[in-house]
């Protein structure tokens, strides 16, 4: 019963998934050192921490509380993914937890479904586009759903290693969330972030490429395009490459 036991138990999971502390940092928003310290239990986290963690590998709510009483950590986390009373897990046969992969990519299908419902009411309540709060507004959203795609495509991942029926569905999940995000930028297309995005679609350089224009990275890149986040001395570069675009 402690927070290294809780922590070994969501590494183990994360590890299941075959998703590294780097894509799930993308999906929930906590930095990879904050997800290090969690699954280490080296410090409490805190609430918020915990909860963004919770929805990014679609746990119920209070399971890593639930987990650092447990007498067996495994073993919650096995019951959970299985639907069914939790089996033994001995550590001189197992050192990880017993995963349904079926089970864990239903799982993972229902959250990407919850993520597109919650988008859809979010759009649903934009304000007027004369407000001030209008471009504000729609970024919010916008960092919500590139995180859900994330998580979708990390998913779309984990369904197929798996085998699992909820492939396909999967696919059209991030389509969709795609489609969502393609239709908020469209709605600022005065934006810098929006008209940069729109001139890398059009251009027929590799992303690679256009990273070494611009004087970043193609993670840097990602992020200018899809959340806005323009690195201090980019931004003359950007407006060229845009300007040059249009």
Request: net charge negative; glycine share 6%.
């Amino acid at each position: 019963m402690s927070r290294e036991a809780a922590g070994a138990a969501i590494r183990t999971l994360r590890e299941a998934r075959d998703w590294s502390l780097a894509e799930l940092a993308a999906a929930t928003g906590v930095s990879i050192m904050g997800l290090s310290f969690l699954e280490r239990g080296v410090r409490k986290p805190h609430k918020g921490t915990v909860q963004k963690v919770e929805n990014g590998l679609g746990l119920p709510p209070g399971t890593y509380a639930r987990l650092v009483v447990a007498d067996d950590p495994a073993a919650e986390i096995a019951q959970f993914l299985t639907g069914g009373p939790a089996e033994s897990v001995s550590p001189r046969t197992t050192t990880g937890i017993v995963v349904s992969r079926h089970s864990d990519a239903d799982v993972l299908e229902a959250h990407a479904e919850a993520h597109l419902e919650s988008l859809n009411s979010l759009i649903a309540r934009l304000p007027a586009e004369t407000s001030n709060e209008y471009e504000t507004y729609i970024q919010s959203v916008i960092e919500q759903c590139v995180k859900a795609e994330l998580l979708a495509a990390n998913s779309w991942r984990v369904a197929v290693n798996a085998g699992a029926e909820s492939v396909d569905r999967l696919m059209t999940h991030l389509k969709s969330l795609e489609a969502i995000r393609s239709g908020l930028l469209a709605r600022m297309p005065g934006s810098i972030s929006a008209r940069f995005d729109q001139a890398c679609a059009r251009s027929e350089l590799p992303e690679p490429v256009i990273a070494t224009l611009i004087g970043v990275d193609v993670e840097q890149l990602w992020d200018i395009r899809n959340r806005g986040a323009i690195p201090p001395g980019v931004l003359p570069r950007v407006r060229a490459f845009v300007e040059e675009r249009s």
